[in-house]
């Protein structure tokens, strides 16, 4: 009945592989951020940025934002899986 | 050029090949050759269903209007699917493990299969939707007017006329499509496959389109970014409230969109997909995202003054006479409206058919499921009316919204809409508190609040909100206004409904749920869906009787129609491994039916079917769910258990105890009995030998004559004593006999002992210590004299001496007496010391023929007076210790 005791320590795998979905976690939260920040830009003389160089900007971001995500699911894919009880589904 | 009649032949021949697509890929998947239709590529291009005539056409107008606003959109969406890890992963393994159908099918099943949640979100849902399919009937209609005008002396548009035509021929089309299999998670292979084709049409369309504004009516990329500095949208003039209200409000209604959630979680085949789909689907609307401000820069300077920028996208090509373009650029608009209807109104149509439409037939046709025709007809008529209605009300909402608003403008008051179940979805699949209750009253209040101050002012002042109401408030109320509520006037309209409708929304799903107390099913649901990773699998939720298989199955036939559901009874019977079609209904198999049966009818409808037939089960699941819901009851049972257990272990050793107890002593009365009968024999065996010399023999002398009498007496007399010592041992051991409490000192008895003993045969001496003697006891002195008289005459027959001395020694040890008698013999060998006190135990080989029954009934009856007698080695002879408890001592004077 008991829950199984998980041990303090994991593989080196992984715990590398933890970690990845740690970034996972962390990349939208930080798009999110990089996505808003626009509101915040005025230039010099208090008016709005030029739109192409936002536009340089936001689908700079972007294309960074998916190569990112297509790096890690790949990376998350790649390592089997080593239980089917994720990290958060603990405790 | 007859471009109308081009185009109408066009889009016939596009259908064609949309249906042969689906047709083949429906029949693939038939023949189990399905394997590529299952692979991530085509799930990604499904998602792409969230672009829209709203993206194709709309998307360049909203840009022409508000420069790069219409990026929020997409990315709301985009940082949602790269967050998939916390959201839709989850979402995508609640849909899978029960088999959900549709968002109202989730929300109503987590929170204890309400049907009443069901219709709630149903009628948001079809409400919701209204304004967004209105939105693809205008973009089709007007794309067609585009053509018409463009047309040398073509007729005069009639757009109302168009969009009813294009409305029918969508509802059509979707029948036909949507309505060929009923269970939804049968998933519908052919749609996906003419929706992932739509995809790549659109794409392809709108990137051509881009390729031609940016390389050929402008003079390639620097140029392009010259116009764009030049033009009226050149600089940032968005509202930061609006950027970051509509990336988030994208965000949720990319989640909560009925059609999203059909493709996203539905048809979801494989949780991996969702992993591609992670980045490919945001590259995907990158890619769609990434000409639109040239087109719309493009289009504001080349075509006249008052062109609607919505349509640029055809104009532009159309205007540069690129006929094809136009074409294929009208296709993919064609592409992004129908596939949108297609899937919404498939969606919208399993909600209506499954939580509205099937209910209340339940109910009208009689009480019991357990009737005679097909659910299934019923099932797909209710799914092929709700298709047409869903369309029909789009129409509706075109007339009304007059057919002349901004695309954007109109999706957006659909996604405010359906971002109202996002408060119950995500509080029901992240927090365990979350109770019916509240989701009611929170998708109540943020459903009333976006109608009043997002949907209704949608048609402008009219009869629905009149300008006085806009103005002045509901009934005069200044804070009522629509868009100032409580007076916030300050804000941006679409910003303001979203913000307050949602706030509220949540406050009170959040109040309410706090304050109310959840059913025991709904906490099942709501433990099983919050923690659907760490348990998977159900605990029961039903307990069936026998003799109900038969009318399951003949409803899952009506449902899941005849030869699957036999074969699904088969399976389970096989399982239970029992013959035939009737499984028992077992928890297991309830569940498993019922699940089964919720990807035909949804969750709250099937298990209201399952419960009319198991009858009752409801209440006593209930009562069941209340015990087995808590973890603490649980360990409590547990705990029980384990107890219990080490209880019988114990009961087991003792029992095993005292079989071996058993089992010994029918070994020792073998040995027993042979041994008395061995000990009877020698005696009776002399008696008869010298009984017969006796009887036999005349002449036998006087001497002789008296010698063997006295033997024969002798040997009576042996047997006697023999029958009285086992007579007298067979009592003490039975415990029948009586002990005689008497009062007395030990030297008394002591003194009685040495003279019987000492009278009769070897002589003896006996030293003793007579002032130690001097104590008073309570206890059978008779009994006690008898041990003693015991002692002393083994001492003296068995001493091995040539003067035989026997030692007495008396001594108080705290409340017990020790008494000593030590001879001076050699005492008895140790590995024989164990023995002795047993029956029939001898030492030696001593003439003194003795039946080895003294010490044992010594043994007894020490223990009836509560003490002991045992030997004591490590003295000079043999000698034995008696131990009696004193209990009043009182030392004589």
Known sequence: MSRKPSSLFVEREVYRKRRMIDAARVLPILGAALFLLPVLWRSPEGLGLPTTHLMGYLFGIWLLLTVGAAALSSYIASIPEPDEDPPEARG | ?893
């Open chain 2, 1 to 893: 050029m007859a471009t109308l009649n081009l185009l109408v032949l066009v889009c016939l021949l596009y259908v064609a090949l949309l249906f042969a697509v689906a047709f083949g890929a429906d029949r693939a998947a038939l023949h189990g050759r399905s394997r590529w239709l299952r692979s991530s590529l085509i799930y990604t291009l499904s998602l792409s269903i969230y672009c829209t005539a709203w993206t194709f056409y709309g998307a360049v107008g909203f840009a022409a209007r508000s420069g790069l606003e219409y990026l929020t959109i997409y990315l709301g969406p985009t940082l949602v699917m790269i967050g998939w890890w916390y959201t839709l992963r989850k979402m995508v393994r609640i849909g899978r493990s029960q088999r959900i159908t549709s968002i109202a099918d989730l929300i109503s099943s987590r929170y204890g299969k309400s049907t009443l949640l069901a219709v709630l979100v149903t009628v948001i849902a079809v409400i919701g939707t209204m304004p967004y399919v209105a939105l693809q009937l205008q973009s089709v209609a007007l794309s067609f007017d585009a053509f018409a005008e463009a047309e040398p002396g073509g007729r005069a548009p009639n757009t109302e006329a168009t969009a009813l035509w294009v409305a029918l021929g969508l509802a059509i089309f979707t029948v036909l499509f949507g309505t060929r299999n009923l269970n939804a998670n049968e998933r519908h292979h052919g749609v996906v496959m003419a929706i992932a084709l739509e995809a790549v049409v659109k794409l392809f369309a709108l990137l051509a389109v881009g390729v031609f504004v940016v390389w050929g009516l402008s003079g390639g990329v620097g140029d392009t970014l010259a116009r764009i500095d030049a033009s009226n949208i050149a600089r940032w003039e968005v509202s930061g409230s609006r950027w970051v209200g509509l990336t988030m409000l994208s965000a949720m209604a990319f989640l909560c969109l009925p059609r999203m959630f059909q493709v996203m979680v539905v048809e979801n085949e494989d949780e991996r997909h969702l992993r591609t789909a992670s980045w490919a689907f945001p590259t995907y609307i990158m890619l769609i995202s990434l000409f639109v401000v040239p087109i719309a820069v493009v289009g504001l300077d080349i075509l006249p003054a008052g062109s609607n920028p919505d349509l640029f996208v055809l104009t532009l090509p159309l205007h540069a006479g690129q006929d094809g373009l136009a074409i294929l650029s009208f296709l993919g608009g064609f592409s992004s409206a129908t596939s949108m209807v297609i899937v919404a109104a498939i969606a919208l149509s399993t909600m209506l058919s499954n939580h509205i439409v099937m209910p209340i037939w339940l109910r009208m046709s009689g009480k019991h499921a357990m009737m005679s025709g097909d659910v299934r007809e019923v099932a797909l008529l209710a799914r092929r009316f709700s298709i047409v209605f869903v369309v029909l009300l789009g129409y509706a909402y075109f007339r009304l919204s007059g057919g002349g608003a901004a695309l954007a403008a109109m999706g957006l008051v659909s996604f405010a809409g359906v971002a109202q179940f996002l408060p119950a979805m995500m509080g029901g699949i992240f927090w365990r508190g979350a109770t019916r209750a509240g989701a009611l009253a929170g998708l109540l209040v943020g459903a009333m609040i976006w109608f009043y101050t997002m949907f209704l002012p949608s048609f402008g002042a009219s009869l629905l909100m009149p300008q006085a109401v806009l103005d002045h408030g509901l009934f005069g109320q200044d804070w009522l206004r629509p868009y100032a509520l409580f007076w916030t006037n300050g804000m941006d309209p679409v910003v303001h409904a979203v913000m307050w409708s949602l706030t509220l929304n949540i406050l009170t799903f959040v109040t309410v749920s706090i304050f109310s107390f959840p059913s025991p099913l709904e906490r099942l649901q709501g433990a099983q869906f919050v923690n659907v990773f760490r348990h998977t699998s159900t605990t029961g939720t039903w307990s069936g009787g026998l003799g109900q298989s038969e009318d399951l199955l003949t409803l899952a036939q009506r449902i899941m129609g005849a030869v699957p559901a036999q074969q699904f009874f088969a399976a389970a019977a096989q399982r239970q491994g029992l013959e035939g079609y009737l499984p028992e209904p077992s928890t297991d198999f309830l569940q498993e039916l019922e699940r089964e049966l919720s990807g035909s009818v949804g969750g709250a409808t099937a298990h209201a079917m399952v419960s009319q037939i198991v009858g009752g089960a409801t209440v006593s699941v209930e009562d069941l769910m209340a015990v087995a819901d808590e973890t603490a009851q649980i360990m409590e049972y547990s705990n029980q258990l384990e107890a219990k257990s080490q209880e019988l272990q114990r009961a087991a050793r003792q029992l095993r105890e005292a079989n071996d107890k058993l089992t010994q002593m029918s070994v020792q009365k073998d040995s027993f009995l042979s041994q008395i009968s061995h000990e009877l024999r020698t005696p009776m065996t002399s008696l008869r030998s010298f009984s017969e010399i006796l009887r036999d023999s005349d002449n036998l002398t006087s001497e002789e004559t008296r010698r063997y009498a006295s033997i024969i007496h002798d040997e009576a007399l042996r047997l006697t004593r023999l029958l009285d010592d086992l007579l007298d041992l067979s009592v003490l051991e039975n415990g029948q006999v009586v002990m005689n409490e008497q009062v007395g000192t030990l030297q008394t008895v002591l003194d009685r002992c040495t003279a019987m003993a000492v009278g009769e045969g070897r002589k003896l001496e006996i030293i003793r210590n007579r002032e130690a003697e001097d104590i008073v006891l309570h206890t059978d002195l008779d009994r006690l004299a008898q041990v003693f008289i015991n002692l002393i005459s083994n001492a003296r027959k068995y001493s091995d001496a040539e003067a035989p001395v026997l030692t007495i020694r008396s001594a108080l040890d705290r409340d017990r007496v020790l008494i000593d008698f030590t001879d001076n013999g050699s005492g008895i060998p140790t590995e024989e010391q164990s023995v002795i006190f047993e029956k029939f135990a001898r030492v030696g080989q001593n003439e003194a023929g003795g039946a080895g029954l003294g010490l044992a009934i010594c043994r007894e009856i020490m223990q009836r007076l509560g003490g002991s007698i045992t030997y004591l080695p490590g003295q000079s002879g043999t000698a034995f210790r008696v131990t009696l408890p004193v209990s009043t001592r009182v030392a004589a004077q």
